[in-house]
T-cell receptor
Framework: GENVEQHPSTLSVQEGDSAVIKCTYS??????FPWYKQELGKGPQLIID?????GEKKDQRIAVTLNKTAKHFSLHITETQPEDSAVYFC????????????FGTGTRLTVIP | NAGVTQTPKFQVLKTGQSMTLQCAQD?????MSWYRQDPGMGLRLIHY???????DQGEVPNGYNVSRSTTEDFPLRLLSAAPSQTSVYFC?????????????FGPGTRLLVL
């Protein structure tokens, strides 16, 4: 199967600073890389995703980059706000269906006001 | 749409007891899945279903059963609860078509097995 590693496990930043979370994957067949945000007491929610045919994707303050050669992808959050505090999960998928989707271990982001 | 709903929100069981975690979705999604979330281990797939009447095992299926008699419902049964099954359980569903990889998660069930 796929092995997805995520770093760091915890991250604290000052409000307004940027946050970067990095993930690596092992299976070169993986072609879809979503990021989920999990707020306290809730289920994870998709915030951004990228497919292997692009290297970067942006959505307002959030961006994801993908390096297929190195098999790593990153989440970038700029101008962080307290409401960005949550646990973030990366994932890698090599096909449709939950059996082909593999999650990282999560990063707890704390934005200090 | 209510999305993906799960009941109960919280449950305490004694070792050896059985119970069913309920999951329902009203988005007409074909794919449904069950995950467990443990500290430092992310989300691990227990069982999944690609449609009514079809189920299959995920990464950690032991001790759990599922069935999918309708498109909307996907219950997870714990046959004989063990302390190792203390976890937060999430049900998820996926739409048909190109976005099948996108998971829509329910709010979770926190289970404590004593």
């Amino acid at each position: 199967g796929e092995n997805v590693e995520q770093h760091p496990s915890t991250l604290s930043v000052q409000e307004g600073d940027s946050a970067v979370i990095k993930c690596t994957y092992s299976d070169s067949a993986s072609n879809y890389f979503p990021w989920y945000k999990q707020e306290l007491g809730k289920g994870p929610q998709l915030i951004i995703d990228i497919r292997s045919n692009v290297g970067e994707k942006k959505d307002q303050r959030i961006a994801v980059t993908l390096n297929k050669t190195a098999k790593h992808f990153s989440l970038h959050i700029t101008e962080t706000q307290p409401e960005d505090s949550a646990v973030y999960f990366c994932a890698a998928s090599k096909g449709t269906g939950a059996n082909n989707l593999f999650f990282g271990t999560g990063t707890r982001l704390t934005v200090i006001p | 749409n209510a999305g993906v709903t799960q009941t109960p929100k919280f449950q305490v069981l004694k070792t050896g007891q059985s119970m069913t975690l309920q999951c329902a979705q009203d988005m007409n999604h074909e794919y449904m899945s069950w995950y467990r979330q443990d500290p430092g281990m992310g989300l691990r797939l227990i069982h999944y279903s690609v449609g009514a009447g079809i189920t299959d095992q995920g990464e950690v299926p032991n001790g759990y059963n599922v069935s999918r008699s309708t498109t909307e419902d996907f219950p997870l049964r714990l046959l004989s609860a063990a302390p190792s099954q203390t976890s937060v359980y999430f049900c998820a569903s996926s739409p048909p078509g190109r976005n099948q990889e996108t998971q829509y998660f329910g709010p979770g069930t926190r289970l404590l097995v004593l």
